[in-house]
C-alpha cells in the first residue's frame, strides 16, 4: 500500500498537481510509516503562526505590488540615466541599477521585465547597442534585486531555517543577517556584470549621456517620495530601531501614502484588486511554508538528514567538492523548479549537511538564491526568459543565446560568493 501510496504521489507531481498538495501528502505518508499520529501534521502546520518574522512577508508584497502598479519604474530609469549616463557604457550600467533596485522594491524578476523592459530596450538600441547584447542584459538584469533588501527569498529561507534551528540545536538565522549578508554578493554581480558590458561594447560606438545637473535635480524631485523608502528600510532594520515585521509595516504603509495620495496614480477604486492580488500570491506561499514545516519535521524524525550525510560523507570528505557538488545541484534545481519551490524542498535536505561541513547558514542562504537567481534565465523553466519572449515577441531559444554572456559572468560570481565567505560575512561578523 505505501509503495502504491508513492508511485501515486509521483503520478500526481507528474500531472502538475498543486507543489502543497504533494509535500504534504509525502509528509502524512513518512508519519505514517514511522507509526507516528497524524493529528502531529495540523501541529506542525499551526507552529508557523508563531513566527513573528511571518508578518513581513504580505506587507512587503503588498507594497512591492504598489510600486509595480504605478510609476516607479519610470522615474527609477530617468534618475538612474541622469546619475550615471555620462559613465563609459552609461546605459547599460543604467539598466543593472535600475533593475536591481526595482527587483529588490518590488519583489519580483517577472515584473521587473514587463515595467523596465519596454523602457529600457528601445533606449538601449537607440544608444547604439547591439539588440542580442541589450536583449540578454535586460533579460538577465530582472533578477538582480533578489538579494538586496527586502527580499522575499531571502525572507523565506530564513523563516525556514528558524523553523529548523531548534530540530537542529543551532543558532536562530536572523533575517537582518541576511539582509545584510546579501549586499556586498548583489554588488559585486552588478560590478562584474558593468565590466562586461563595457568590455563587450568596446569597438562600438555607444554615445555617452552628457551629465546634467538640472536633469538630475529634476529626477531627485520626480522621485522625492520614493528615494526615501530605501533608507527608511535599510535604516530602520540595520540600525536595529525597527525589526523586520516593524519595518515591513513602515514600508506598506509609507509606499501605500505616498503611490495613493502624494502621487495619485493608483486610484482608491483600484486599491482593493491590488490587495486581493498581492495576498493571492502570499496565501500560496503560506500555504507551501506551512506543509513545508511538517515535511522537514517528518525527515528530522526519520533521521534523514544524518543519513544522507553519512551517504555523502563516505564520497565526499572535503568542504570544497561538496560546495561543487552543491552549486550543480542547485544550478540544476534552479532550472527545473520554481525559486520557492526549491527552497521549501531543498533547504530541509541541506541545511543540516551544510552544518556538518562547517558551512554558515547565513552564507548558505546567500549561496541558495544567488543559484536561483541564475534558474531565472536558465531553460527549460527559466521565468525571465518566458516573461522577455512574450514582453519582445522574440523565442526563448533566442533570448536564451542571448543571455549566455551573462549567464557565464553570473556563474564567475557565484563561485566567488560561494568559495570567498567574507564576501557575504564580513558585514555581518
Not at 506598506?252 to 483600484?270: D, G, H, N, Q, T
Not at 506551512?290 to 533521521?303: C, K, T
Amino acid at each position: 500500500m505505501i509503495t502504491a501510496a508513492i508511485i501515486l504521489l509521483v503520478v500526481l507531481a507528474l500531472m502538475g498537481a498543486p507543489l502543497f498538495a504533494i509535500i504534504l501528502g509525502a509528509a502524512a505518508l513518512g508519519f505514517y510509516t514511522l507509526e507516528i499520529e497524524l493529528a502531529v501534521l495540523h501541529i506542525d502546520i499551526y507552529q508557523l503562526s508563531n513566527s513573528v518574522v511571518l508578518m513581513a512577508l504580505p506587507l512587503f508584497t503588498f507594497a512591492g505590488f504598489l510600486l509595480s502598479e504605478s510609476k516607479t519604474a519610470d522615474r527609477m530609469l530617468r534618475l538612474s540615466q541622469a546619475a550615471f549616463g555620462w559613465m563609459p557604457g552609461g546605459m547599460a550600467f543604467v539598466a543593472l541599477i535600475a533593475c536591481a533596485f526595482f527587483t529588490a522594491l518590488t519583489g519580483g524578476s517577472g515584473v521587473t521585465i514587463v515595467a523596465l523592459g519596454a523602457l529600457l530596450l528601445p533606449a538601449l538600441v537607440k544608444g547604439n547597442y547591439p539588440e542580442k547584447f541589450s536583449l540578454g542584459l535586460v533579460t538577465s538584469s530582472g533578477s538582480l534585486g533578489l538579494l538586496l533588501v527586502p527580499s522575499v527569498p531571502l525572507l523565506i529561507y530564513g523563516i525556514i531555517a528558524q523553523q529548523m534551528s531548534q530540530q537542529l540545536d543551532m543558532p536562530t538565522v536572523e533575517i537582518v543577517d541576511l539582509y545584510l549578508a546579501g549586499l556586498l554578493p548583489a554588488l559585486l554581480m552588478i560590478v562584474l556584470l558593468y565590466g562586461y558590458c563595457v568590455w563587450a561594447t568596446r569597438g562600438t560606438d555607444v554615445p555617452r549621456q552628457a551629465f546634467d545637473f538640472r536633469e538630475l535635480v529634476d529626477a531627485l524631485w520626480q522621485a522625492r517620495w520614493e528615494l526615501p523608502l530605501p533608507l527608511v528600510v535599510l535604516g530602520g532594520i540595520f540600525s536595529g530601531f525597527l525589526v523586520i515585521s516593524e519595518a515591513a509595516a513602515v514600508t506598506a504603509l509609507y509606499v501605500l501614502v505616498a503611490e495613493v495620495f502624494l502621487y495619485r496614480e493608483i486610484s482608491l477604486r483600484k486599491l482593493p484588486t491590488i490587495m486581493r492580488d498581492s495576498m493571492i500570491m502570499v496565501g500560496g506561499i503560506l500555504l507551501i511554508l506551512a506543509v513545508a514545516q511538517a515535511f522537514s519535521d517528518y525527515l528530522v524524525y526519520a533521521g534523514v538528514p544524518e543519513e544522507l550525510f553519512a551517504l555523502i560523507q563516505t564520497h565526499v570528505e572535503s568542504k570544497i567538492t561538496f560546495l561543487i557538488l552543491l552549486n550543480i545541484l542547485l544550478l540544476l534545481l534552479g532550472a527545473l523548479l520554481d525559486i520557492f519551490a526549491a527552497l521549501v524542498i531543498m533547504v530541509p535536505l541541506i541545511l543540516p549537511v551544510a552544518l556538518r561541513y562547517g558551512i554558515d547558514p547565513v552564507h548558505l542562504g546567500i549561496i541558495f538564491v544567488a543559484n536561483m537567481q541564475i534558474g531565472y534565465i536558465t531553460p527549460p523553466v527559466g521565468m525571465n526568459l518566458f516573461i522577455a519572449s512574450y514582453r519582445f515577441k522574440k523565442k526563448v531559444t533566442e533570448l536564451f543565446a542571448a543571455t549566455i554572456p551573462f549567464m557565464l559572468i553570473l556563474i564567475i560570481a557565484l563561485l566567488m560568493i560561494t568559495y570567498v565567505p567574507q564576501l557575504s560575512l564580513w558585514l555581518v561578523r
